[in-house]
C-alpha cells in the first residue's frame, strides 16, 4: 500500500495510469467500463488507498458547468451587490451561473434546493435565511452538492464559511463614535430578517461595556424586509417619546439608517457633525446607495470584493477536487466617514 496520499482524481489518474475520463466514468457508475478496465482500477484503488470524494464522485455536476448563486431576498442592494460580484466571477472562471432568492421564506429556500438538484449544478454559493432555514434540508442538499455558505453561517454543512466579521463592524464603529461625540444608542427591529443583526448587536453592547458607557438600544416593531420604511416608523416613534439617550445613534444596518435620516427630515431634525446638528446618525454594510442619503450615510462597508473572491476561490478548488479542511473566513469592514456622523 502506498504511503503517498493521493489527493484528488487527477492524481489517481497520473499514478494508475488510467485516463481521468475513464476514471471519472468509473466512479459515476462502475458498470459503464469494460470488464478489465474496472479490474485495472480497482486494482490500483487498493494499491494506493484511494476514495474519491463526493463531490469528484459525481463529475456529471461538474460537466454541466452550470453554477448556484442562491441570497435570502435578491432585491435587498447588498444582496445584489455580492450576487453581482459572484456572478461575475463564475462567468470569468467559463462556468454559467443562475441566480435564486428565497425571499425571506423557509419553504422557497428548500424549493430552491430542489430546483437546483435538477440543474445538476458544478457547485453552489448560498447565503441561508440563517435561524429561519430548514436546517434537515440544507445539510442534506450540502452533503449532496458541492456548496459554499456566505454571509450568513449555518453550523457547518458547507465546504466553508465565507463572510464579513460582523462583530468586528459594529466594535469599530462604535469606537469611532465614542471617540469623536456622544456613545451612541443602538437602533434595531425587535424580530431582524438577518441573523447578524444579532451578532452586531452583541458587538455594541460588548463596546459600550469596555468603554465604560451605558447601552442603550432601541428595538422597533417590524418584520421582513422593508427596513426603510421600519426605519422610518420606528424613528418617528424613537423621535416622539425622546428614546434616544445621547445625540448618537447607530443603526444595526444602512436599510434602518436611510429609513431614520427620513423620519429625521419629516420632523425637522438636522442630521449630521456641524454645529447646527441636532444628532449624528450611522450605519453598517456599506449600502452600493449610502453616499447619496441626505446628509451621506456614515457607514462601516463589506468588502465586497474580498467576500465574492474568498467564496468564489474556494468554491472552484473544491469542484476541481481540492476540498479543504473545513474553515470560517470573516473579513473586516472599512470605515467610510461621512456627513452623517
Known amino acids: 500500500m502506498s504511503e503517498n496520499k493521493i489527493r484528488n482524481m487527477e492524481e489517481f489518474s497520473a499514478k494508475s495510469g488510467i485516463s481521468r475520463p475513464t476514471v471519472s466514468k468509473y466512479f459515476n457508475n462502475p458498470d459503464s467500463v469494460r470488464s478489465a478496465t474496472r479490474t485495472k482500477i480497482e486494482a490500483a484503488i487498493e494499491k494506493y488507498d484511494y476514495r474519491p470524494n463526493i463531490y469528484a464522485m459525481n463529475q456529471n455536476r461538474k460537466l454541466t458547468k452550470n453554477v448556484g448563486i442562491v441570497v435570502p431576498f435578491l432585491a435587498d442592494p447588498y444582496f445584489a451587490e455580492i450576487a453581482r460580484n459572484l456572478e461575475q466571477r463564475c462567468i470569468d472562471a467559463g462556468y454559467r451561473p443562475t441566480m435564486f432568492s428565497a425571499h425571506g421564506d423557509p419553504a422557497h429556500e428548500v424549493e430552491i434546493l430542489d430546483s437546483l438538484r435538477a440543474l445538476k449544478p458544478a457547485g453552489v454559493l448560498l447565503a441561508p435565511l440563517g435561524r429561519a432555514s ?65 451578532r452586531r448587536r452583541q458587538s455594541y453592547l460588548d463596546a459600550m461595556a469596555a468603554y465604560g458607557h451605558t447601552p442603550h438600544v432601541i428595538s422597533v416593531d417590524g418584520e421582513g424586509w422593508g427596513f426603510e420604511e421600519i426605519g422610518r416608523l420606528g424613528g418617528h416613534l424613537a423621535l416622539s417619546e425622546c428614546q434616544f439617550q445621547t445625540n448618537t445613534i447607530l443603526c444595526s444596518n444602512d436599510r434602518l439608517a436611510i429609513g431614520l435620516l427620513t423620519a429625521c427630515y419629516e420632523r425637522g431634525v438636522k442630521v449630521g457633525r456641524g454645529p447646527d446638528c441636532s444628532i449624528r446618525v450611522a450605519g453598517q454594510d456599506g449600502h452600493p446607495h449610502s453616499r447619496y442619503t441626505c446628509p451621506p450615510l456614515t457607514t462601516i462597508s463589506h468588502d465586497y470584493n474580498a467576500v465574492s473572491k474568498h467564496a468564489a476561490e474556494a468554491l472552484f478548488k473544491a469542484i476541481d477536487g481540492h476540498v479543504e479542511p473545513w474553515k470560517s473566513t470573516r473579513i473586516e469592514g472599512k470605515l467610510i466617514l461621512r456627513d452623517s456622523a
Not at 442534506?140 to 465546504?159: R, W, Y
Not at 464559511?161 to 443602538?186: A, K, M, W
Request: net charge negative.
Open 134 to 198: 430548514d436546517k434537515g434540508a440544507l445539510e442534506k442538499f450540502c452533503a449532496d452538492v458541492p456548496t459554499l455558505i456566505f454571509d450568513s453561517s449555518v453550523d457547518e454543512f458547507g465546504l466553508a464559511f465565507v463572510g464579513s466579521d460582523n462583530f468586528q463592524f459594529t466594535s469599530h464603529i462604535s469606537d469611532y463614535l465614542c471617540r469623536t461625540g456622544e456613545p451612541p444608542c443602538f437602533f434595531e427591529m425587535k424580530t431582524p430578517a438577518n441573523p447578524n443583526a444579532h
